[in-house]
């Protein structure tokens, strides 16, 4: 039996992380060749651009309400996904029921 210590997973963490950022990276540079990139946004930074709680956006999640991506226990959120559910819930003004 092999002891994992905590400096193994330290390294295993900053490998993980190193291939995310080089994915993503790699998304990124697709641009340069005329096609679209997507913007993926972290847990907080989702439920900040919704003005929720993470709980809240956790709730969205499971009902799913909101697509997400997972990598390991990471979750990905499109921002774009983000604006559709916005204006989903957009009420209109009554000039514009006229």
């Given at each position: 039996m092999e002891i994992i210590t905590s400096e193994d997973l330290?390294?295993?963490?900053?490998?993980?992380l190193e291939a995310i950022r080089q994915e993503f990276g790699n998304h990124h540079n697709l641009s340069s060749t005329g096609c679209d990139t997507e913007e993926y946004l972290s847990t907080k930074q989702a439920a900040a651009f919704l003005g929720v709680s993470v709980r809240q956006l956790m709730t969205y999640k499971t009902e799913k309400r909101i697509a997400y991506s997972q990598v390991g226990?990471?979750?990905?959120?499109?921002?774009?996904?983000?604006e559709t559910f916005v204006a989903s819930h957009r009420i209109p003004s009554r000039y514009e029921l006229n």
């Open positions: 330290q390294v295993l963490k900053a490998e993980i226990r990471k979750l990905f959120f499109r921002k774009k996904d983000l």
